[in-house]
């Protein structure tokens, strides 16, 4: 079985990447360039990572007009990375991406590293946001096509303790795209076990 992974550098996607090895899966790695202020620090992370843990290269699909279209703390500077965190439907273009790669690619499925939905911020990271993602996309593609979320019964902790485990180093999660982790932005407090 082949499966679509959608890396972006960051703990969660990585940790995601190495159990879906571990179960044996191939996978084929896709890195959405949206137009994130982290996009060259995401890409460099995710680049290192799945080399070291022997797995392909992601293809980069370079999608930047949708960040400069919809603009977001998480791709413009001018704007709140933490209060204006949320970019519309960013999870929906993902899937859809992810989806026709994986169609291209004889894959069956598409792997996106959602947490524990009692954790969501956004309507996008729910159960019932992924079912109606796969139903949609299923009836797109003309073909069923598996969404999943491995994590998805996991909190943030028990991902970085995962991570821990496995020795998992080198991963970049911080929205403002700065060289030291802001700590300011969704991902940064929810590494750092804060309120977000």
């Known amino acids: ?19 879906a090895k571990e179960e044996g899966l191939t996978q084929h790695p896709l ?9 060259d620090r995401e ?39 933490f209060e204006d965190a949320f970019l519309p439907c960013r999870n929906v273009l993902f899937l859809t991406v992810g989806a026709a790669y994986a169609f291209q690619n004889g894959a069956t499925s598409v792997a996106i590293g959602l947490l524990d939905e009692a954790f969501s ?9 992924l079912f109606e993602a796969e139903t949609l996309l299923s009836r797109g593609l003309g ?28 991963t970049y999660s911080c929205h403002a795209g700065s060289e030291t982790p802001c700590g300011q932005c969704v991902a940064c407090r929810e590494y750092l076990g804060l309120e977000v």
Not at 56 to 81: E, F
């Open 43 to 81: 890409l460099n992370a995710c680049l290192n990572n799945l080399s070291q843990w022997g797995l392909p290269n992601p293809v980069v699909a370079s999608l930047g007009g949708y960040g400069t279209l919809l603009s977001s703390g998480l791709t413009d500077r001018t704007k709140r990375v």
């Open 121 to 129: 911020l956004f309507p996008d990271q729910t159960k019932g946001f």
């Open 143 to 170: 073909k069923p096509i598996r969404l999943v979320a491995p994590l998805m019964t996991f909190s943030k902790a028990e991902v970085l303790s995962i991570a821990k485990a496995k020795g998992l180093t080198g």
């Open 1 to 19: 079985m082949s499966i679509v992974t959608l890396v972006s550098g960051g703990l969660d996607s990585t940790v995601m990447a190495i159990l």
């Open 31 to 39: 890195f959405i360039d949206y137009g994130q202020l982290s996009r």
